[in-house]
């Protein structure tokens, strides 16, 4: 019988909503396929990032961040879709930021390390430890938290040791066949990705509540010769945020809408047009009816 000589596996980026798992993906994976913002719950959704080479492939899960409050059904399924992402994967890469052990990771640290399967601890943000001399002690006060396979501690933003990280995962996947062909890079379509990266904007743009009461559908995505067609409503749950968005002069919406559109002709590598509606549905994101209709499955 022929020995298969190449190693593939599912590997779940977990940990407290951001701690920087949507940014260790992209870096990871080589692309951007998973959006970023510096606030918390930013990723709604499970997304593969696959990362193949010559001999191995490894396939990375990016999950939502893992926390206690489950007031809200959009929390309820933020935790659902991050727990379910936990089970059946041959290695779980648990993310803290170097800054320290909070007791926001408690709760993440406690699912993982009963999943029964190898745990790396990532330690991210490497570039913000202003004293290298903490990294030591930092390490081994965290390796009496749990069995971890090993401690790495890397930047996403940079990329250092992002290297380690790699090849700690790989000696914990199995020998066989990959598990997806060698050019896919996501489990995910251009259209998902294109809503997405409008949501990013949203995120990155607004404060307050605003991001967190917002949704995105992609109501048309055509491709013509050279260029992609997208037409997106954006959905917000009360009548007195559709202002907030739209700003003075349609000037915010303009904003995101352009920004939304260069990450998607970089992405998509096609010049693209790109029309935005807001409108609103009330309550939406406590609604597991509207929730289900926006495309917040329980995929796993
Ligand atoms: N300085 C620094 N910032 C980082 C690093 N990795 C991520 N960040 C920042 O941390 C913030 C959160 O990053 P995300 O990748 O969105 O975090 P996440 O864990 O996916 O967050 P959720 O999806 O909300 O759970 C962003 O502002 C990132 O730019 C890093 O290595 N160094
Ligand atoms: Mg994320």
Redesign the pocket.
């Known amino acids: 019988m022929a020995v298969t000589t190449t190693r593939s596996g599912l590997v779940t980026l977990a ?11 992209n870096r990871l994976v080589g692309q951007k396929i ?10 709604r959704h499970r997304l593969l990032g696959i990362k193949t080479t010559e001999h191995a492939q490894i396939v990375y899960v ?4 893992l926390h206690t409050d489950n007031k809200g059904v959009m929390n309820r399924h933020l935790n659902r879709v991050a727990g379910a992402s936990l089970h059946g994967v041959d290695c779980i890469v648990l ?1 803290i930021a170097a800054s320290g052990w909070t007791k926001a990771d408690e709760y993440p640290l406690q699912l993982v390390a009963k999943q029964g399967v190898p745990v790396i601890l990532a330690i ?5 430890l202003k004293d290298r001399a903490k990294l030591l002690p930092l390490m081994e006060i965290l390796s009496h938290k749990s069995e971890f396979a090993e401690i790495v501690p ?5 990329g250092a040791n992002t290297d380690d990280l790699e090849n700690a995962i790989l000696k914990h996947l199995p020998y066989q066949p990959f598990l997806y062909p060698a050019d896919q890079i996501s489990d995910r379509g251009e259209r998902f990705l294109a809503s997405e990266l409008i949501r990013e904007q949203i995120f990155r743009g607004f404060q307050q509540e605003v991001p967190y009461a917002t949704a995105v559908s992609i109501e048309q995505f055509r491709r013509t010769k050279g260029a992609l067609h997208v037409e997106a409503t954006i959905w917000v749950e009360k009548e007195g945020q559709k202002p907030i968005l739209i700003g003075k002069d349609g000037q915010r919406l303009k904003t995101v809408g352009s920004r939304a559109r260069l990450a998607m002709q970089k992405l998509f590598g096609a010049k693209v047009h790109l029309h935005l509606w807001v409108k609103v549905r009330e309550g939406w994101s406590d609604n597991a009816r509207a929730l289900r209709s926006l495309g917040y499955t329980d995929e796993a």
């Open positions: 940990g407290r909503p951001n701690a920087g798992k949507s940014t260790l993906l998973s959006i970023t913002s510096s606030r918390a719950q930013t990723t990016d999950t939502p961040g993310l991210n943000k490497l570039d913000q890397v930047s996403a933003r940079t």
